[in-house]
């Protein structure tokens, strides 16, 4: 019942998700207790360290320069800065800090040097971290292991088929060439999607089959539920149903039975209740923090009453994967090579993506 397939069809995922939902929790629970402890759920923190003037078209991203959102952009964040923040989350029962870039892609130079200098620091405090950096090469994910990094987060966002509706300044293949050099390290693969964006339940079970093929299957998947921001293309979702966020956490649970599903974005339109039946379905952690990168999220001491009512108890740091070793930037066994990651120039157009670049 809780064997690892890479082979999932469209067809039995979709099957899954529109089960009736008791059969559907009992499965996924199932498949969750013998896997995970169901009672411990890892607390991460999310940190934007470069916020807004995204050049990405991305169409449910207030970051995105080419949006008139209320974001307020900021430069990369100092290494002091950084730790300051993780021991904070750390006081606070984080075990993971996760730090985001609004980049298209990293580039060598001092930017970078100072990222890898804080996933030194932050790894010295004996916490996981990941980054999320947008596109990497080779070299680049090994330079970020060597200092340390513990996950990198490359979500899929969507299907295939849908990506094309969401995204036009690259293709969905790039996404999955950056999860490929992450795979070339020691760093552990993070990678969702959002529901919630226009896509149908097939779009879902797509990016679903997509996330499962890839062998090994992603340490970390997040969920998100999409937060409709004014300005952005996607403004005017409508909110996604509890009960499919529901089916969409159980669901993910089955096709891959040892991932962290990593209950994202939107939680505040969430009730305890809707989050507890999460929980039950197989997510098994949370990200803390009053912001998740520009959008609102629960505060910290509403986390914690709910865990405590629910009696959960955090996940401890490195449970799953050993803390990876830091090595010094003097002692760097690699050079900034200079390169770029190469992506496609996909030629389509998303009509709704040019309107909200157009409103002022
Ligand atoms: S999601 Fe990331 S890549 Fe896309 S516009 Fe936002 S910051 Fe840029």
Redesign the pocket.
């Given at each position: 019942m809780s064997i690892k397939r890479h082979d999932w069809t469209r067809e039995e995922i979709i099957a899954l998700y529109n089960k009736p939902l008791m059969d559907l929790l009992f499965e996924a629970a199932t498949i969750h207790r013998v896997n995970h402890d169901p009672n411990v759920v890892q607390v991460s923190t999310l940190l934007s360290i470069k916020t807004g003037g995204?050049?990405?078209?991305?169409g449910?991203?207030?970051?995105?320069a080419r949006y008139h959102t209320k974001v307020e952009g900021n430069d990369l964040m100092g290494v002091a800065q950084v730790k300051a923040q993780a021991l904070r989350a750390k006081a606070s029962g984080s075990s993971r800090v996760c730090m985001?870039a609004?980049?298209?892609n990293v580039k060598d130079g001092p930017e970078f040097d100072q990222v890898l200098e804080m996933v030194r620091t932050i790894n010295k405090l004996d916490m996981e971290v990941c980054c999320?950096l947008?596109m990497i090469t080779e070299n680049q994910a090994k330079r970020l292991a060597e200092a340390g990094l513990y996950a990198y987060n490359h979500n899929l966002d969507t299907s295939e088929e849908y990506y094309k509706e969401v995204?036009s300044t690259r293709g969905f293949e790039d996404r999955l060439q950056t999860i490929e050099n992450v795979r070339k390290t020691n760093v552990t693969v993070c990678s969702g999607g959002i529901i919630g964006m226009g896509e149908s339940v097939e779009d879902r079970a797509g990016m679903l089959v997509a996330l499962a093929s890839l062998s090994p299957q992603p340490e970390s998947v997040p969920i998100n539920a999409l937060v409709a921001v004014e300005g952005t293309p996607m403004e005017n979702e409508k909110p996604v149903e509890i009960w499919e966020m529901i089916r969409m956490v159980a669901t993910t649970r089955i096709v891959m039975p040892e991932t962290q599903v990593r209950l994202s974005a939107g939680r505040t339109q969430m009730s305890r209740e809707g989050q507890a039946m999460c929980f039950f379905a197989g997510a098994n952690s949370i990200f803390a923090g009053d912001k998740l990168l520009t959008t609102p999220n629960p505060d910290v001491n509403e986390d914690m009453k709910m865990f405590e009512m629910l009696g959960l108890v955090a996940q401890k740091p490195f449970t799953k994967v050993s803390q990876p070793k830091t090595v010094e930037a003097a002692d760097s066994e690699y050079a900034p090579l200079g390169e770029k990651p190469k992506w496609t120039r996909p030629s389509h157009k998303i009509e709704r993506n040019l309107e909200a670049s157009g409103k002022k």
């Open positions: 995204c050049p990405e078209d991305c449910y991203c207030p970051q995105a985001g609004a980049w298209r999320t947008g995204i």
